[in-house]
């Protein structure tokens, strides 16, 4: 595939008895946000790693921008960026020296004005890095990664620890990265960051990938029964529904395989008894529920 960022076929990792990553399979095209999602200790880390020529396989191969990660050199790297889940400011330095050090590790980095306002720290040029907030830390990190304006950009849990608003700001920076037409290869433990920014997930259990696909098709979501759920309302046993369904606690749920005629009976069920069905609630199953489904169930 010509437009292939990341192509990986047979790709194993093992430290001594484990085997933490098992023959997996993956391809990331230009312009996509891929999102890496897993239990802890399902292999991401020890893959992310190996496609950024930090560490060395097992067997397998890997091609990133059309090179080998583990015989790489500086050229490739240019074209790489990396955001670790650890800060990279340096100490005793200013949010614009931290640029100006790290612009000079590449060939052609980006404009670092324009790079600070992208991630939104507009104003935070002279303070010191260790003095940011830990939601303008993690900006600073990511634009430490795009300084050197690659093609490629691993991000590692960009928004952990975020309150809610830095998280959406957060976001955006990544949603900017795309119309760069830059590639993302995003690690995330977040559904809704991936579901919100993803153009597709691939899901790592155990060292093997089990289920990929878009947010909406991820795992046969879209085949998934709906889940209609209400109050009983008063008076009524569930023997009396209409439906079968199941009941715990007063909450009834129905899983419908066709939630517009199931909805339909059952309102015309409760409207024939004048009944009201008490927090009426109608879902898909949300991303998370596939997820934990797909990894075997809150850990
Ligand atoms: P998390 O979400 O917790 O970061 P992860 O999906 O990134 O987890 P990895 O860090 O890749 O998982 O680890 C996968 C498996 O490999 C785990 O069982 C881990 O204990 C093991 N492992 C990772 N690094 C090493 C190492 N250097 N030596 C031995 N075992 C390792």
Known sequence: ???????????????????????IDLEVSRGEIFAFLGPNGAGKTTTVEILEGFR??????????????AHAGSAWRNRVG??????????????RECMQLYAGYYDAP???????????????????????SGGQRRRLDVALGLIGDPELIFL???????????RRAAWSVI?????????????????????????????IAGGRIV???????????????????????????SDDLPLRASTQNGRVAIESERPLADLKELADWALARGLELPDLDVRQPSLEDVYLQLTGGPE
């Open 1 to 23: 595939m010509d437009d292939a960022v990341i192509t990986v076929r047979g790709l194993r990792k093992r430290y001594a008895a484990v085997e933490a990553v098992a023959g």
């Open 56 to 69: 060395r396989r097992s067997d397998g191969e890997v091609r990133v921008l059309g090179v080998d990660p």
């Open 82 to 95: 990396t955001v670790l889940q650890e800060s990279a400011a340096e100490p005793g330095l200013t949010v």
């Open 110 to 132: 980006r404009d670092i004005g324009e790079t600070i306002a992208l991630v939104g720290l507009q104003g935070t040029e002279e303070t010191l890095g260790d003095q940011l």
């Open 156 to 166: 590692d849990e960009p928004t952990t620890g975020f309150d809610p608003s830095a």
């Open 175 to 203: 949603e900017g990265l795309r119309e760069l037409g830059k590639t993302v290869f995003l690690t995330t433990h977040y559904m809704d960051e991936a579901e919100n920014l993803a153009d597709r997930i691939a899901v």
């Open 211 to 237: 289920a990929e696909g878009t947010p909406q098709t991820l795992g046969g979501r879209e085949r998934m029964a709906t889940r209609i759920s209400f109050t009983l309302p008063d008076g009524i046993g």
